[in-house]
């Protein structure tokens, strides 16, 4: 299972959520769903997904 860290692109140590398994895209809104099944809604544009490195970077 890959797992991934989502960064606020504008500032690379601001931790927007960790463990993310899942990301959906609907417009400029974005909820992101970690492995508990937590989910957090945040407005803004998908940067960068490296899958292969677990990363993900959305400008909000």
């Known amino acids: 299972m890959c797992l991934s860290t989502v960064y606020k ?3 690379p140590d601001s931790i927007i959520m960790e463990y ?7 417009g400029e809104k ?3 769903t ?11 544009a998908l940067v960068l997904a490296d899958l ?3 990363t993900v970077k959305i400008n909000c």
Do not use: C, F, N, W
């Not at 993310?20 to 609907?26: E, G």
């Not at 970690?34 to 803004?44: A, C, H, L, P, R």
């Open 30 to 32: 974005i909820t992101l």
């Open 20 to 26: 993310v398994s899942k990301i959906q895209v609907d």
């Open 52 to 54: 292969t490195g677990g």
């Open 9 to 11: 692109a504008s500032e």
């Open 34 to 44: 970690d492995v508990m099944g937590e989910e957090k809604t945040i407005q803004g």
